[in-house]
């Protein structure tokens, strides 16, 4: 009913930047949060950053002054840039967001497939 669809991943050298973008589309009647999820090998996937619906925004510690999260709204569209990335960011790195499809009205926590980042020089 709705799919997330990640792009923007890549190989980048420590100090670079990538923007990461995630595409919601579906039977979507509300979106109410679109965040950003990493999981780095043999770790649990942790969150990075969230942005709700009505502007609130929220960093973990690790990436504040350096990532960014920003949303399109008229386009379903969230978007992750990253900042003087460090090799502790190497990671796989998941759109989720809560949305309320046209259908149930009820949200539901849904996540794309995700995107590599890779730092390494």
């Known amino acids: 009913q709705v799919q997330l669809v990640e792009s923007g991943g890549g190989l980048v050298q420590p100090g670079g930047s990538l923007r990461l973008s995630c595409a919601a589309s579906?039977?979507?009647?509300?979106?109410?949060?679109m965040g950003w999820y990493s999981q780095a090998p043999g770790k649990q996937r942790e969150l990075v950053t969230t942005?709700?619906?009505?502007?609130?925004?929220y960093y973990t510690d690790s990436v504040k002054d350096r990532f960014t999260v920003s949303r399109d709204n008229a386009t379903n569209t969230a978007y992750l840039q990253m900042n003087s990335i460090k090799p502790e960011d190497t990671a796989v790195y998941y759109c989720?967001?809560?949305?309320?499809?046209?259908?149930?009205?009820?949200?539901?926590?849904?996540w794309g497939q995700g995107t590599q980042v890779t730092v390494s020089s």
């Open positions: 989720n967001a809560g949305v309320a499809t046209i259908r149930t009205r009820a949200r539901h926590d849904y």
């Open positions: 579906g039977s979507i009647f509300h979106i109410y949060d």
């Open positions: 942005h709700s619906s009505g502007g609130n925004i």
